[in-house]
């Protein structure tokens, strides 16, 4: 087994329980986390892609390496936005579901009234 099958089957791996995790939890906070699975799944996969060009003899292809960095970047500032507004809603809701019991009844005015 080559060590590029074995990157694909850890991608798919990681884009599968990335997916399951979006489906199967409820939580707000686990679904941020297994979103971020998710995208390193793909950026292995993008990674996988890239090296294609080196076995076939030819140097790394540079446009999927660019769109990996990218992407990183992207992802962790996007995780930072989603936790930073997990944390407001629990500051003003006292929990972090999303179901309209939470939201009839605040637990503080963010106006201070």
Do not use: E, H, W
């Not at 694909?8 to 939580?27: E, H, R, S, W």
């Not at 992207?74 to 944390?87: C, R």
């Not at 629990?90 to 963010?110: K, M, V, W």
Request: aromatic share 8%; with cysteine.
């Amino acid at each position: 087994m080559s060590a590029v099958t074995v990157f694909g089957l850890c991608a798919a791996a990681a884009v599968g329980l990335g997916l399951y995790g979006l489906i199967a939890n409820p939580q707000p906070l686990r679904k941020i986390i297994a979103f971020n699975l998710l995208g390193s799944g793909v950026f292995l996969l993008f990674g996988i892609v890239g090296r294609r060009g080196a076995a076939a003899g030819f140097g790394n292809d540079p446009v999927p390496q660019a769109l990996v960095i990218t992407g990183v970047v992207v992802a962790f500032s996007a995780t930072a936005l989603a936790i930073a507004l997990l944390l407001r809603l629990f500051q003003i809701a006292g929990s972090t579901t999303l179901d309209s019991r939470a939201a009839a009844s605040p637990r503080s005015d963010p106006s201070g009234r």
